[in-house]
């Protein structure tokens, strides 16, 4: 085997620093006890704190716009272009800030769990526990596998790097740059380690459409008898909670692929919010904090006892645990499973005019996949007291760099393919909007998720929406069972005053049309025929 040095040399990346190369969970731990980079907690999870910066820096991450990414990059507000010649400055720094440090961690990784569609990612790093983190969430090469392995793609991450807008053409010190034509990405300024896991995010979403495989933000998970289902949605939707099913196995909860093959993860680890977590709503996950190998960030621990405080947010709201997959109970052993046979779409609706469920044509489906809808509830920053709509397209924008018909269109053709059965899962409110109606009774939601997972909704009867055209069922016999009235599956009916359920339908008739108008001249007639009906 080449000595790593060399390797390195290799790649032009020279440095004196002693170097550690692929480090087990224990040694990456000892190394960061030793460098005081965190602490362990009473029942041995790693803590740690990233300063500043508690979550991702999405006005600092840049693509270089080349001759590579010219044309094939969505370039926007989402994807910021940074020109060759401030990549090159910033390259030139990162090098001699590298040949500077005394001490380096690499790990070498794949992104992806399904051979044929995995990269080599060498990650460079100057913290013990980012080494640590990103071991935990990419997918771990074996002892023979780790002897072969050739980087493709490599993330030098030094977050004492401080980046010089003027110099560098970036907007802060921090700075996240991808360069997709020498396959390097440099990332400076900040402790937040999530950066990394998204860069080799945004890089299969790069490369995987032009295969044909179609890249996915999503959880997924496997019934008893085999059928894969993938879930869609923004945060707070309960994308999580609801494909953490102990009936089903779960593939990730996060980043997927959709091959000829299989839906497989393109991590070998979790990284779940922590933030209130408590053992009686969450025991899966709150067993994790409770593990030698999890890394805990920014939750607070007592000094003392090393006790952690879940609901202390003082260091962040967005606290954070990275953990292996296998952590979870009733896991996928390849982190992959059989293409989908359903797919759904979770929204939380806090206008309250969505129904709990609806079934989706193919065409639909790419409607709402491009719009990615869900609202931010009232009260949620100081002068909202209506509803706010988001629309993050493909459910998540921030890491799609092509434009995102390439990936609706991939979701059309694989859904037709398969016959696939298409949902759109409404968590949000019923009897009126926030602050008038009601959260959707959870088990009303998993009541209809099974019944449609389960193919319970085949034989019943549907009606279409008046609002939006797809088919909503109008008794579902699971509901009665679960004690819950039947008149949920028609929100208007629920609500007490029906004249303003028709206002508040109209007004977020409008907001979907209107933000769709982006996409209308990238999709099919078939699609723009699936928008919600404006009066």
């Not at 041995?44 to 991450?61: I, N, P, Y």
């Not at 793609?153 to 010190?173: C, M, Q, V, W």
């Not at 008046?466 to 599956?489: C, K, S, Y």
């Not at 990238?522 to 919600?532: C, L, N, Q, S, T």
Request: with cysteine.
């Amino acid at each position: 085997m080449i000595p790593l040095a060399q390797s390195l040399a290799a790649q032009g990346i020279h440095t004196q620093a002693d170097i550690h190369s692929n480090l087990g969970t224990s040694a990456l731990v000892e190394a960061t006890i030793s460098a005081k980079e965190g602490a362990l907690s009473k029942h041995g999870a790693l803590v740690v704190q990233t300063g500043a910066k508690t979550g991702r820096s999405a006005k600092d991450k840049f693509i270089v716009r080349d001759a590579t990414t010219e044309d094939t990059v969505w370039w926007g507000k989402v994807n910021a272009s940074m020109t060759p010649e401030h990549f090159a400055a910033l390259k030139e720094d990162f090098m001699a800030a590298v040949a500077s440090k005394e001490t380096l961690y690499v790990a070498d990784l794949f992104g992806g769990s399904q051979p044929e569609h995995r990269v080599n990612v060498r990650v460079i790093n100057e913290l013990a526990w980012h080494n640590l983190f990103i071991r935990t969430l990419l997918v771990r090469p074996t002892a023979e596998e780790l002897a072969d392995i050739t980087p493709e793609y490599t993330i030098i991450d030094l977050p004492s790097f401080k980046a010089d807008p003027a110099r560098h053409g970036t907007n802060s010190e921090t700075v996240i740059a991808v360069n997709l034509t020498e396959k390097l990405i440099l990332i400076g300024g900040t402790k937040y380690a999530g950066e990394m896991k998204k860069s080799v995010f945004g890089i299969l979403n790069y490369l995987l459409p032009t295969k044909g495989v179609m890249p996915m933000h999503c959880s997924s998970n496997i019934s008893a008898d085999g059928k894969t289902a993938v879930f869609f949605g923004l945060s707070g939707t309960g994308k999580t909670t609801l494909s953490a099913d102990a009936s089903r196995t779960l593939i990730g909860d996060d980043e997927h692929g959709w091959s000829d093959t299989a839906v497989f993860n393109f991590e070998g680890g979790c990284y779940a919010k922590m933030i209130r977590l408590s053992e009686e709503a969450e025991p899966e996950i709150y067993a994790t904090t409770r593990r030698f190998g999890t890394v805990l960030e920014n939750v607070v621990m007592d000094p003392q006892t090393r006790e952690l405080d879940f609901d202390d947010n003082s260091l962040a709201e967005n606290t954070r645990g990275a953990y292996p997959i296998d952590f979870i109970p009733n896991t996928s052993k390849d982190n992959l499973g059989p293409v989908p046979s359903n797919v759904v779409m979770l929204t939380a609706d806090a206008f309250g005019v969505l129904p709990p469920i609806a079934k989706l044509t193919p065409e639909q489906a790419m409607y709402h996949f491009l719009s990615g809808y869900t609202a931010k509830v009232a009260g949620t920053e100081i002068g909202v007291t209506e509803p706010e709509a988001t629309f993050s397209t493909c459910f998540g924008a921030p890491f799609m760099p092509r434009h995102p018909s390439v990936y609706g269109n991939l979701l059309k053709e694989r859904i037709a393919k398969g016959e696939v059965q298409c949902w759109l899962l409404n968590t949000g409110w019923t009897g009126g909007k926030y602050g008038t109606g009601n959260r959707m009774p959870i088990k009303a939601t998993r009541a209809l998720l099974n019944a449609a997972l389960d193919g319970d909704l085949d034989g019943v009867e549907f009606r279409e929406d008046a609002n939006f055209g797809f088919a909503v069922p109008v008794h579902v016999p699971v509901l009665a069972q679960a004690g819950i009235d039947q008149t949920i599956l028609d929100p208007r009916s629920t609500w007490s005053d029906t004249t303003d359920y028709d206002a508040t339908a109209a007004k977020l008739v409008k907001l979907f049309i209107d933000n769709f108008a982006e996409f209308e001249a990238h999709v099919d007639e078939g699609v723009r025929k699936a928008a919600p009906i404006a009066v």
